[in-house]
């Protein structure tokens, strides 16, 4: 299988939407990585939620949508090959039985497996928004993490430019509908800036990555409801800012 | 929202996918028909996994995919209105207290809200493939039904006509790689065919219906490999029946 998926490649909106954890998809030749059947389906092999999220954006915003059909535990897209955290032998309390002691040779055949296709694609379909794009990449996160609760329910987290993402935060926090932070449950210094930083900061594009807690995107219609919520907070962002979708769009 | 949601409209394959329990959505109107957090998530709300078998499908053989964007606790579409359990009270274990006493009129108004529109988008879907459109229902089901484990894991159920289904699970127990059976874990004495008989069976067209165990297609992941693995079946399975899809195609 080919390791990115692209959705309603034709989308007239400059937004670009990236799922890299959409699928917990682990390729036969590297026999389930020693994971256990309940690890293989966690929140340790994939973002649970997150894809339905990225296709309901997409469809609100005729934007394009680009996700991982690989689980991040063969390689995870947002982050550098050079990062040890690529193939992470260890996922919160989730070991990785396969990935703990990687040679450098099998680092470079899944990078070349899935990364390159990965980011070369997302490259090419940001090209294709000329110089207009707006990068915001979807994730979700754990309502528990070491047995801690999170009380946050979105959190925004920026690049180099927090721009987008202190507008965003300013609207939902305005909203109040969910527990909103800027840099929650993560932010650029844990490492998941990557593909803002190499798609977006460096293309000169606003950019943003919105997490949501899994718990609220657990059925098709939470992931939907979500979406459309989140379509909404991102208009009145936009609109803040003086950015006019329509105006930028290709 | 619309009760009834399309993908891929102008597919032009002769197949319509259907998924009339593909989400758990609960318009706030009816205030959650009483039902507690986790029975609003559970199989009694939806099909786990089905719509994501659907949406594979549908980008398998460039078909039509019909689906319900309403909790079958609303109105079960795949009931006709004058079946009581098109507004079940209760659903295996799970009951649904906005449902044990539902006037007439609250019939009539939930009928004229979901299942009118469904119904007839479906049918105007199935009207323009001219006579040659092939029906089939996607669903899945619980591993455990009143504490007994069930052990099929894919089941094809036909209305009067079983040519299509008996031949499909020819072809599923061929391959063997799931435990397949026909009219399990329900048959058409269960009321389950009430989409087959007036979309498929009153129109002279090819129809039925594959039930999936719903662990089975528990990730994005999972839903994707079952949509593949069932779209090589149906192909094996066309073509024994001598049906040629590109021939029989708008």
Partial sequence: MHPVAVVNANGASPIVFVCEHASNNIPNMYHELGLNAADKISHAAYD??????????????????VYGTVSRLIYDCNRPPEAASAMPAKSEKIIVPANANITPAERDARTNAV????????????????????????HSFTPTYFDEPRHVE????????????????????????????????????????????????????????????????????DE????????????????????DLNEVSA
Same sequence: chains 1, 2.
């Fill in 48 to 65: 649970p939620g997150a894809l339905g999220v990225l296709r309901c954006l997409v469809n609100e915003f005729d934007a394009v949508g």
């Fill in 115 to 138: 990364y390159v296709p990965f980011t070369n694609t997302l490259a090419d379909i940001i090209a294709q928004k000329g110089g207009q794009g707006i990068v915001i990449t979807i």
């Fill in 154 to 221: 979105i959190g925004v987290i920026h690049d180099d430019d927090p721009t987008l993402a202190s507008a965003c935060v300013t609207e939902l926090q305005g909203d109040g509908s969910f527990v909103c932070e800027i840099n929650e449950p993560y932010s650029r210094e844990d490492g998941v800036a990557h593909t803002l930083n190499l798609h977006g900061t460096k293309n000169g594009l606003q950019n943003a990555m919105i997490e949501v807690r899994n718990d609220l995107i657990a059925t098709p219609d």
């Fill in 224 to 243: 939907m409801k979500m979406g459309i919520y989140l379509a909404q907070q991102l208009r009145k962002t936009f609109k803040s800012l003086g950015i």
